[in-house]
């Protein structure tokens, strides 16, 4: 079952963007959009990185991901 957008998350693993890393495990965010398809489901979820700022990460799968 897909995660419901609206839903607050946290990054079981550090997500990198080549070889930085965006988002380190355990940040919490919230699904602001999803997108079904025929093989997986996959989220753009809005992450709180530091105090006032937010990365918004496009093309997570459910493995990224645990709802809170």
């Known amino acids: 079952m897909p995660i419901q957008a609206m839903t ?33 489901t996959t989220y753009t979820v809005e992450f709180a990185a530091d105090a006032g700022s937010t990365v918004t990460l496009v093309g997570l799968t459910a493995g990224d991901l645990q709802a809170s």
């Open 8 to 40: 607050t998350v946290r990054a079981v693993h550090d997500i990198q963007y080549g070889r930085t890393v965006a988002v380190p495990h355990g940040a919490p965010g919230r699904v602001v959009n999803l997108q079904s398809g025929w093989a997986d």
